[in-house]
């Protein structure tokens, strides 16, 4: 730890999300303070410092290592990238805050774990879900047992924008299986408490028919079904480009109850006029949505650091993420169930 007694933090990448929680650290995080920003794109890079009033910049991510006052880093370059940083960081002995998805294979997510267990650093993947407060109360709510046991768990995310070139190529993003359902397979099985046994997934593109030709197995709507080992049944959909906004929602029903977590408003404003309409703005982002979630997943990282505790979201919880995402995609392709193999 430097001699200023806080957390000294280095964001690496600072595109969409990185800038998330580079803005939450400079914004004050109790307990750390940004002392600088590393992005091999120039411009992003002069563009984050300016913003954030940032002296220390730099371009090469192996040179943060080596800098005396930085106690932790906030991975969020581009995935493929991951492993490299985080095990560079943690052989440095600096912690690990590391964006979602934790890496590109189960393999590098083992070596990831090892590196940072080996080091004595701790490493947090990024499911800010588990931070959102409506997220975490139907949590409580689960964990009390006022709903009885929990039998079945639905979650959806919808994310509302086209695709990006890339995106089409699902060997490169695995379609929104891994872009946008990752989240929702963390929270059934944070919410099921159990891993998953087997999977089935279903998928079709349906609103970019004229890319089917160049990317045939791009799909952009799919239902994923689950078997947890403990008995529970998981339901999850996800689709991209849907165009109506940014929509994350769950359903947990349980022997006793039932416990919904969502909704699709920006805010809870209704606006009744004449010939019966009601209407409501939609949430815009998955940035406006999770705001208050990224900064509690920062607070919390600290904590652990500072207090010598487990991360909220492992290693672990990445890879499992990560699992189902690669054995639901399998299962799409192959058009049946997959025995998930941890
Ligand atoms: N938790 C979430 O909900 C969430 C949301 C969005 C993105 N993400 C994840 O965050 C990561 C980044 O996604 P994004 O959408 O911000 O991407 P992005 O393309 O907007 O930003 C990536 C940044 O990393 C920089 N970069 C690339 N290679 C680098 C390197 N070797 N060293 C340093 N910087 C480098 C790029 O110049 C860019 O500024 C991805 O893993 C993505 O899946 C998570």
């Known amino acids: 730890m430097t001699q200023d007694k806080r957390l000294g933090v280095c964001v690496i990448g600072c595109g969409r999300a990185g800038m998330i929680h580079a803005r939450n650290y400079a914004g004050g995080v109790r307990g750390a303070r940004l002392v600088a920003l590393c992005d091999s794109s120039a411009d992003n890079l002069r563009a984050a410092a300016s913003e954030l009033g940032v002296e220390k910049t730099y371009s090469d991510y192996r040179d943060v290592m080596a800098d005396p006052d930085v106690d932790a880093v906030v991975v969020v370059t581009p995935t493929g990238m991951h492993c490299h940083v985080v095990k560079a960081a943690a052989k440095a002995g600096k912690h690990v805050f590391c964006e979602k998805p934790m890496a590109t294979s189960a393999a590098e997510c083992d070596e990831m774990i090892s590196v940072c267990k080996n080091a004595g650093v701790k490493l947090q993947i990024g499911f800010m879900r588990r931070f959102d407060k409506s997220f975490r109360h139907a949590k409580e709510v689960i964990d009390s047992g006022q709903i009885g046991d929990v039998t079945l768990i639905k979650s959806l995310t ?10 089409f190529d699902i060997s490169r993003s695995s379609g929104p299986i891994g872009e946008v359902n990752s989240h929702d397979f ?29 990317y045939p197995d791009y799909y952009d709507t799919v239902a994923v079904l689950l078997e947890f080992e403990n008995g529970v049944i998981g339901m999850v959909d996800g689709a991209q480009y849907v165009q109506y906004g940014y929509d994350a929602r769950a359903e947990v029903l ?29 949430m815009p982002s998955w940035r406006t949505l999770f705001r208050d979630a990224y900064a509690e997943e920062a607070r919390s990282f600290v904590r652990c650091v500072l207090d010598d505790v487990e991360p909220e979201v492992t290693g672990y919880d990445g890879k499992m993420a990560l699992i189902l995402v690669r054995d639901g995609l399998r299962s799409l392709l192959e058009h049946r169930p997959i025995a998930v193999e941890a």
């Open 186 to 214: 963390d929270t059934l099985r944070w919410y099921a408490d159990s891993e998953v046994k087997t999977i089935h997934a279903i998928g079709h593109n349906f609103r970019s028919p004229e890319r089917a030709e160049e």
């Open 158 to 167: 919808h994310g509302p924008s086209e695709p990006k070139e890339w995106m």
């Open 254 to 282: 349980g022997t006793k109850g039932n416990v919904c977590v969502g909704a699709q408003n920006a805010d809870s404003v209704v606006v009744a006029r004449a010939g019966m309409t009601l209407s409501s703005a939609a």
